[in-house]
């Protein structure tokens, strides 16, 4: 596609539920990077997958979050057992090659956690 | 631990300015340093992205510089206008850091009319 689509872009969860946060990067890129931003603050790294294979977790905070790529192209987070702290803006990028040509970001999904 | 600072978090200024915004970066051993803007509610767009072999890029009204050896990035901005308000962030790819951006806390800008 022409941008980074993430879907949904809001999603008000209750406490403890389990959601789904989906991203769909620019066709061809292979690499694809979940960040976590939360109010007044820049993003956080929580994961890079480099094709199918998750490259990099080291930023997923606990073992309720869970991504994954199996086809190399549309890449889903999984949080389990959501916390009110989790709420915050789930972006997604995806880039060519991670040294070289920058990255693109989508627009976000808003995850409000009640 | 490479980290990234924004100075000011905050600045306002009459529209018309010159300006200039800081990032800072404890280590030097980057692929690249880019400069994003982001709206209120919004994702972050791609401003200009500086290799670690450059010393700056422009687009527009828009030039970055990068100094590794200092580690220090400015962005500046010419006769800013009232549609530049938005947040500034700018973030490095680290050499041993993987494929992750280590981003800045941004800097809020607001141009007023």
């Known amino acids: 596609g022409a941008g980074v689509s993430q879907t949904p872009s809001n999603k008000v969860t209750e406490k403890g539920k389990y959601v789904e946060l989906r991203c769909d990067p620019i066709s061809g890129h292979t690499a694809l990077y979940w960040y976590r931003q939360s109010l007044g603050q820049g993003p956080e790294f929580l994961i890079y997958f480099q094709g199918t294979g998750a490259a990099d977790d080291s930023g997923l905070p606990n073992d309720r979050f869970f991504a994954v790529r199996p086809e190399g192209s549309v890449s889903t987070l999984k949080i389990q057992r959501t916390e009110r702290g989790d709420s915050a803006v789930y972006l997604c990028a995806s880039s060519l090659d991670r040294s070289h040509y920058g990255y693109t970001f989508g627009s976000g999904t808003r995850l409000t956690v009640v | 631990k490479q980290e990234v600072t924004q100075i000011p978090a905050a600045l306002s200024v009459p529209e018309g300015e010159n300006l200039v915004l800081n990032c800072s970066f404890t280590?030097?051993?980057?692929?690249?340093l880019q400069w994003f803007r982001q709206d209120p509610g919004k994702g972050l767009t791609s401003l200009l992205l500086i290799q670690s072999s450059q010393r700056e890029q422009t687009s527009g009204r828009l030039n970055a510089s990068l100094d590794k050896s200092s580690g220090r990035s400015t962005l500046y901005i010419a006769a800013s206008q009232p549609g530049d308000s938005a947040t500034y962030l700018c973030?490095?790819?680290?050499?041993?850091?993987?494929?992750?951006?280590?981003f800045g806390q941004g800097t809020e800008l607001s141009v007023k009319p």
């Open positions: 280590d030097s051993a980057i692929y690249n």
């Open positions: 973030a490095v790819l680290h050499y041993n850091q993987g494929g992750k951006l280590i």
